[in-house]
T-cell receptor, first 116, second 113 residues
């Protein structure tokens, strides 16, 4: 099955700096890659996603890049703010074989701390 | 819309007890799933369903049962609780097909003593 590795496990940056979180996946059939943010004690929430026919996607201060050849994708957060402090999870999904399905394999998470 | 709801929020069980974690969604989503979240291990898929009457195993299904009799509800049953099942459990739902956003419930924190 799919295996997703995520690095680093913790990341500390100064407010205003950029943060980069990297993930690799094992199954070359994976073609959908979402990123989730989870604040302490809360549920995970989707912040951005990318499909394998796109190399980069941006949404204001966050961007995701995908390198299909190397099987890795990254989350970039620019101009970090204290409210960006949270755990971030990457995930990967292979196409469903039959009638629907949206199975995600998650990375182990990155605790991002933005310091004032 | 209430979105995805889960009950209870917290539960303490003794080893060997059984219980059912409830999950419901009001978005008419075909796909529903259960994850467990343990420190340092991310979210691991337990079971999932692509529609009423259809369920399948995920990555860590042992010790858990599910059924899907309606589109709205997807309960998770612990048959005989073990300390290794101490975790936070999240239910999620989405439209069927790849690439739709999965919406998570608020989670259930389960402790097995």
């Amino acid at each position: 099955g799919e295996n997703v590795e995520q690095h680093p496990s913790t990341l500390s940056v100064q407010e205003g700096d950029s943060a980069v979180i990297k993930c690799t996946y094992s199954d070359s059939a994976s073609n959908y890659f979402p990123w989730y943010k989870q604040e302490l004690g809360k549920r995970p929430q989707l912040i951005i996603d990318i499909r394998s026919n796109v190399g980069e996607k941006k949404d204001q201060r966050i961007a995701v890049t995908l390198n299909k050849t190397a099987k890795h994708f990254s989350l970039h957060i620019t101009e970090t703010q204290p409210e960006d402090s949270a755990v971030y999870f990457c995930a990967a999904s292979i196409p469903p074989f039959t009638g629907g399905g949206n199975k995600l394999t998650f990375g182990t998470g990155t605790q991002l701390k933005v310091e004032l | 819309n209430a979105g995805v709801t889960q009950t209870p929020k917290f539960q303490v069980l003794k080893t060997g007890q059984s219980m059912t974690l409830q999950c419901a969604q009001d978005m008419n989503h075909e796909y529903m799933s259960w994850y467990r979240q343990d420190p340092g291990m991310g979210l691991r898929l337990i079971h999932y369903s692509v529609g009423a009457g259809i369920t399948d195993q995920g990555e860590v299904p042992n010790g858990y049962n599910v059924s899907r009799s309606t589109t709205e509800d997807f309960p998770l049953r612990l048959l005989s609780a073990a300390p290794s099942q101490t975790s936070v459990y999240f239910c999620a739902s989405s439209y069927a097909g790849q690439g739709y956003e999965q919406y998570f419930g608020p989670g259930t924190r389960l402790t097995v003593t």
